[in-house]
C-alpha cells in the first residue's frame, strides 16, 4: 500500500484485521465476512501496528514467549530462537525490554510473526527504525513466507515492493475525494 501521510494505509490495514469495522459494506475471507467469527480471523493473521508492544521488564524472550504461546502449543522456545536468528537478534535473547532501541524493538515485534506463522501479515511499516542489515532480514523472511503460500499486505514508504508485487496507490484515491469540482 501506497500513498502520503493520511491516504488511509494504516486504516485499511487495521480494517482488514478487524480492529475497526467499515461504515459500509463487508471485509470477507473466502465469502464470510470476518466480523461473523472474529476468532477465527485472527488466527488467520497477524497485524504489526506502528507501536511495538514490547514490555519494558520481560526480556526479549518472555516478550516473545508470550505471543507466541498465544499461538502455539508447542515448541513456543525453538520457534523462538529460530525466529531470533532470522531477524539477527539471538544476542538479544536476554536483554530487558527497556534497554532496546526502537530499531530492536521493531524487531523483536516482527520475530513474532515468524515465530508463530499465520497465512497472511498485515504490516504496517514495517521497515520504521531498522537499519539496511534489519531490513534485509525482513525482507527475507518476507520473501520465505510469501515462497511458503502465505500472503503479505504492507504500507511503506521507503522500501521498493517485491517485482511481483501487487502495489495499490492510495494517494490517487484520496485525490479523487479531495478534488475541487470543476466550475
Known amino acids: 500500500l501506497r ?5 488511509g494505509k494504516s486504516s485499511l ?4 484485521a478487524g480492529l475497526s469495522q467499515p461504515l459500509a459494506g463487508t471485509i470477507s475471507w473466502d465469502q464470510e465476512a470476518i466480523s461473523e467469527d472474529p476468532e477465527v480471523h485472527n488466527q488467520r493473521h497477524h497485524y ?3 507501536a511495538d508492544p514490547v514490555k519494558p521488564v520481560l526480556t526479549v524472550t518472555e516478550n516473545l514467549r508470550f505471543w507466541t504461546s498465544l499461538r502455539l502449543s508447542g515448541g513456543v522456545d525453538d520457534a523462538i530462537k529460530a525466529a531470533l536468528s532470522r531477524l539477527g537478534i539471538s ?3 536476554d536483554v530487558p ?8 524493538k521493531r524487531r523483536v515485534n516482527l520475530a513474532r510473526i515468524v515465530a508463530a506463522p499465520a497465512t497472511l501479515w498485515l504490516l504496517d511499516e514495517p521497515h520504521t527504525a531498522l537499519d539496511q542489515a534489519a531490513m534485509n532480514s525482513l525482507d527475507d523472511a518476507i520473501a520465505g513466507h510469501r515462497d511458503g503460500g502465505g500472503m503479505v499486505v504492507m504500507s511503506s514508504h521507503a522500501q521498493a515492493a517485491p517485482d511481483d508485487a501487487q502495489t495499490v496507490d492510495l494517494g490517487r484515491f484520496q485525490e ?3 478534488k475541487e469540482p470543476e466550475a
Open 3 to 7: 500513498g502520503p501521510n493520511g491516504s
Open 13 to 16: 490495514l487495521r480494517l482488514m
Open 48 to 50: 504489526i501496528g506502528h
Open 91 to 93: 544476542h538479544l535473547a
Open 97 to 104: 525490554g527497556r534497554f532496546l532501541s526502537a530499531g530492536q
Open 176 to 178: 479523487r475525494l479531495f
